[in-house]
């Protein structure tokens, strides 16, 4: 694999082009989107540090599905599509380990729409605040409390509402103590209630 940085909003693909790499993710993360007819954004999937993506263009051949952004400065590891083959006729075990991530990535991706279709824009918030925390992207503090690097922007566009109704809400999360909002990033000051909105949405 190579590596390759890339600068605050640059394209690793999109929609349409030919699937001729897979990547992971060292540090930064990667934004997966669609635009509707009308021109609004709809974030996919935001990618976050180790993990893997790009990789189901060069099992299927086809291409690509979605738009890649970097968010801030990010470093990936590259590996382009004959070393991918030369790889998996070495060792037939990855693709059986591709499964089981597919099938992962698919119950996420199943949750995420019932969530979105289902709950009230607090419950949303609530697992995607969950979501990233478990997807080890948080930071502990000095406290034990969880940063987590995000936008308000990025938060309404994850779980489908608008700037404003994400604010609110994340407003009155912070007046509950469940939060504590800085610029660009969030501050989890209750995980344990947040585990436990988390599971009462289920």
């Not at 007819?37 to 993506?53: A, N, P, Q, R």
């Not at 738009?67 to 070495?90: A, E, M, P, R």
């Not at 979105?116 to 979501?131: I, K």
């Not at 604010?167 to 344990?192: A, F, H, W």
């Amino acid at each position: 694999m190579t590596e390759r940085t890339l600068s605050d909003g640059e394209a690793l693909f999109h929609i349409g082009e030919e699937s001729n790499e897979l990547y992971q993710i060292i540090t930064g993360k990667i934004k997966c989107n669609m635009y509707s007819h009308d021109g609004k954004e709809v974030v996919i999937s935001t990618l976050l540090s180790g993990e893997t993506f790009g990789e189901q263009g060069l099992l299927d051949g086809l291409t690509r599905a979605t738009n890649t952004y970097s968010v801030g400065v990010s470093l990936v590891k590259v590996l382009n599509k004959k070393h991918f083959s030369q790889l998996c006729i070495k060792y037939p075990e990855i693709n059986a380990q591709l499964i089981v991530m597919f099938s992962h990535r698919m119950r996420m991706a199943f949750e995420i729409n019932t969530d979105n279709l289902t709950l009230p824009l607090r419950q949303r918030l609530f697992r995607c605040l969950h979501r990233i925390v478990v997807s080890l992207s948080a930071t502990p503090t000095v406290d034990n409390a969880l940063s987590v690097d995000i936008s308000h922007d990025e938060l309404a566009r994850m779980v489908g509402a608008s700037r404003q109704n994400v604010s609110k809400e994340l407003k009155q999360m912070e007046r509950d103590g469940l939060l504590t909002i800085k610029y660009g990033k969030m501050v989890i000051n209750n995980l344990q209630a947040l585990e436990k909105e988390y599971y009462a949405s289920n």
